[in-house]
């Protein structure tokens, strides 16, 4: 197999073999490769078969058919998951842009699953975040309150997402997210909102919180990180989101397509 295999990480490991190498994976290979028993294998495709139903059985990008992974998918088809299930599996302490990128691809499909609109915050959009205040205050037609201090570059979100009535009025529905594509996005601070609502004059209740993570959120803990998070974007809602409903936006899919060639498994 290209990827090996790896302890903690054994639906990642399938994930990643299948997307880069589009060879079918029989439960004897996985068996043999891994060195656990059949009893754990069944348990990883039965995750996977989870997975699939969550990503859409329609458009996931591989089946389980008599016990064997068979892909749907190339992972050219689909980049933009690779590059999620990439740092699921190996961090993301790379130093390259595909951070970046993830927060450009859970910002489209936060925009895309709510018909809305979405304003990248953050390092490097070449503006400062007082200024994107005043962008987000403008396009919201809520009031502008005080200004950030000097040392936020985003204060905790990287993707504003918002979905106006069209009256050139306030009080719309938003949505503050953070996004995170590293392995302890568990440990990151929750939004402050007492901040964000001085910076605009906007309430409560019109605000909902969000986190993405290239991680997959499993059942036991989806409550507590609900409830700690808001609105939970975990890479299979997000693959739900960007290939469900038409085509990747063109200069993201690019971008992307560039990372995976130059930094991801695919290269190999």
């Avoid at 005080?146 to 993707?159: C, E, I, M, P, S």
């Amino acid at each position: 197999m290209l990827v090996p295999y790896k302890l903690g990480k054994e639906v990642e490991w399938i994930e990643l073999n299948m997307l880069c190498t589009g060879r079918p994976l029989s439960k004897a290979s996985l068996i043999t490769t891994s060195g656990q028993s059949e009893e754990d294998v069944d348990d990883w495709l039965a995750e996977l078969e989870l997975r699939i139903q969550a990503m859409g059985s329609a458009f996931a990008p591989y089946r389980i058919t008599n016990g064997r992974v068979v892909s749907t998918k190339t992972w050219a088809d689909v980049p933009e998951y690779l590059l999620c299930v990439h740092y699921a599996y190996r961090g993301a302490a790379d130093r390259t842009n595909g951070t970046k990128l993830f927060e450009r691809i859970s910002g489209f499909a936060l925009e895309r699953f709510l018909s809305g609109q979405h304003i990248a915050l953050g390092f490097p959009t070449g503006r400062t975040f007082n200024a994107q205040l005043d962008e987000i205050a403008r396009v919201t037609w809520e009031q502008r309150h005080l200004r950030a201090a000097g040392r936020y570059k985003d204060d905790g979100v990287d993707v504003f997402a918002f979905k106006p009535f069209g009256d050139n009025r306030a009080a719309n529905l938003y949505i503050l997210m953070q996004c995170a594509a590293g392995i302890h996005w568990r440990n990151k601070k929750r939004i402050n909102l007492g901040r964000w609502t001085n910076y605009i004059q906007w309430y409560h209740d019109q605000i909902i919180l969000s986190m993405a993570t290239t991680d997959v959120v499993d059942k036991a803990e989806w409550n507590h990180q609900a409830s700690e998070y808001g609105l939970l974007f975990d890479r299979l809602r997000i693959y739900r989101c960007l290939y469900g409903d038409g085509p990747v936006e063109t200069g993201l899919r690019g971008d992307v397509l560039r990372w995976c060639k130059s930094h991801s498994v695919a290269a190999a």
